[in-house]
């Protein structure tokens, strides 16, 4: 009996005893189960905690605000098993009750009348001293648990932009990848440009293709000049493992980034660099002149006018042409970046309008060289006002992308947030809208919720428990405001109205997000609502605005 009362009165995680301050016990309202607050903060993440024992996610109030359970706590500080005493005096047997402090000592009371009443000592009780140490060991805490917070907070944030270089870097790689493409497939064109009009339409291709790709910044991928001999800069392209190729004059990529950043000359800066352009160029005339004679492989044309365009470089330099083909053959290209769930699905990561977006998660097949773990991920979301995105269209027409802002401190803003980003299984992709309310009245909305199950059913019902439901989450009706149409009933918790009219004067029971772009997208919706369906084609939140 005694060691079921000891179980029932003892934290799960760390073993304690629930006491007052230190180790509070405190319930987890999604699943019911105690722990202390201690371990509980611990373990929290953003404002999520999975609980120790069933990892069910709780999403709400802080650990640190949760109720103390009161009848749980008078119950341990009235069983709890009393503390070890401390061993008794050496010399006398007796129970050290006392402490010198200049001798730095536990005493007896035959040591202290022995040795310790004489001037100079201080001697007071040993609860004092007790209870002194226990300040100074709570304070010593304190200022270490502020120590590691600060760090942990700076660890987070470099995490956060490594994160965000790298899917800044594989978004980079497929603009490069895909002009490349392009190029190729333009010069392959070249024998059937005939007339003025596709000479301008190429030409508008190729400078639309140079800008974009002006456009990556080659500072960040940088290398570093200490294996280059003084007398040049680095060519990334030209080295190979063995042995950097050594220039003894090249252009300096930044100074070429800056030149086409100001729109200033380019022209060769030195006799050499002149010498090497004008090589360039007659090669180049040679072999499309050949080309256009012999019909020769555009394959080996597009490589060498791409190699020799990189590059200006001394003419007496001897490159292997094979060492460099074996070279780039070995990276994989473009570069890939996927988020990955503990359930295997993945969701790509992409720059879009300056920030950085994550698709839903799903089952399908990806080669990414990069995977990155959802739980890290979830780091770069706002707390406090998490913005996903829509995506719809309706008969193959895509209208557009609306982006809508939560209010992160409700529960039912992060049951949106998770089928937004199917961190529960279910996402509203491909969830087709299933309604429009009060059709050009004030007040109108557009109704979805319907969600796609892994059984490949439809489904309504909530994902989290506990969802808010009037009282102080009532709001006047205004366009754009992201609502709850559930009517309180939980298994109706995924239906969601988004506001198109304003009605001044009347109330939606419990408004969870504001959409804050392209609320034309939604108007347009309404319309096509009369003669096709609109479904969200894809869904995501944005993890990071632009760097």
């Known amino acids: 009996m005694q060691d079921e009362m000891d179980t029932e009165l003892t934290c799960p995680v760390c073993q304690e005893i629930y006491t007052k301050d230190l180790r509070e016990p405190v319930l987890l309202p999604g699943c019911g189960h105690t722990f202390c607050r201690t371990c509980l903060c611990s373990v929290e993440t953003s404002g999520k905690v999975l609980c120790p024992t069933c990892r069910k996610r709780h999403i709400g109030s802080p650990m640190s605000s949760l109720p103390t359970i009161y009848a749980l706590l008078s119950l341990s500080e009235k069983y709890k098993k009393p503390l070890n005493t401390e061993a008794p005096c050496l010399h006398h047997g007796s129970p050290l009750e006392f402490w010198c402090r200049r001798c730095q000592e536990a005493l007896c009371g035959h040591c202290l009348l022995a040795g310790h009443l004489r001037e100079g000592h201080v001697v007071e009780k040993g609860s004092v001293f007790v209870a002194e140490k226990k300040d100074e060991i709570l304070s010593s805490i304190a ?171 001394s003419k007496n330099e001897n490159l292997n042409q094979s060492n460099l083909i074996a070279l780039r053959t070995k990276a994989p290209w473009p570069l890939r970046c996927y988020v990955v769930g503990n359930d295997g699905r993945t969701g790509k990561l992409k720059w879009e309008n300056d920030k950085l977006h994550m698709y839903s998660l799903s089952r399908t097949q990806n080669d990414a060289q990069f995977m990155i773990q959802l739980s890290v991920v979830e780091w770069l979301i706002s707390a406090e006002s998490p913005e996903v995105f829509l995506d719809l269209g309706s008969d193959q027409h895509y209208l557009g992308r609306v982006y809508i802002r939560l209010y992160g401190h409700l529960r039912r803003a992060q049951h949106f947030l998770a089928l937004c980003l199917g961190s529960l299984g279910p996402s509203y992709k491909f969830s087709k809208f299933h309604g429009v309310a009060k059709r050009g009245a004030p007040g109108e909305t557009l109704a979805g919720g319907k969600y796609i199950t892994s059984e490949n059913t439809i489904s309504i019902q909530g994902l989290i428990p506990g969802l808010e439901w009037g009282g102080h989450h009532i709001s006047e009706k205004r366009a754009g405001l992201v609502v709850g149409a559930s009517g309180g009933r ?17 109330k939606f029971a419990c408004v969870f997000g504001e959409v804050v772009s392209e609320m034309q997208v939604l108007r347009d919706a309404v319309h096509h609502m009369l003669q096709s369906d609109v479904q969200i084609t894809d869904v995501g939140v944005i993890l990071s605005q632009g760097i």
């Not at 160029?281 to 499309?288: D, G």
């Not at 939980?490 to 009347?506: M, Q, V, W």
């Open 490 to 506: 939980p298994t109706e918790d995924a239906f969601f109205h988004i506001c198109t009219k304003d009605h001044i004067g009347r």
């Open 143 to 313: 200022h270490l648990v502020n120590e590691v917070e600060m760090k942990k907070e700076l660890i987070i944030k470099q995490m956060g932009e490594l994160i965000i270089q790298i899917a800044l870097n594989t978004e980079e790689s497929q603009i490069l990848h895909d002009s490349k493409t392009e190029a190729e497939n333009i010069l392959k064109d070249i024998p059937n440009v005939n007339c003025i009009d596709s000479a301008l339409t190429s030409q508008v291709l190729v400078n639309s293709l140079q800008m974009g790709t002006q456009k990556i910044p080659l500072s960040r991928t940088k290398m570093s000049d200490s294996s280059f001999c003084d007398k040049c800069k680095p060519c990334p392209d030209m080295e190979t493992e063995s042995h950097p190729v050594r220039l003894e004059s090249c252009t300096s990529v930044e100074e070429d980034a800056e030149d086409n950043r100001e729109g200033m000359n380019t022209e060769p800066h030195s006799p050499l660099e002149k010498e090497a352009n004008e090589s360039f160029k007659y090669q180049v005339n040679e072999t499309t002149d050949k080309y256009l004679g012999e019909s020769i492989n555009m394959g080996h044309v597009a490589g060498e006018v791409s190699e020799r365009n990189s590059l200006v470089c």
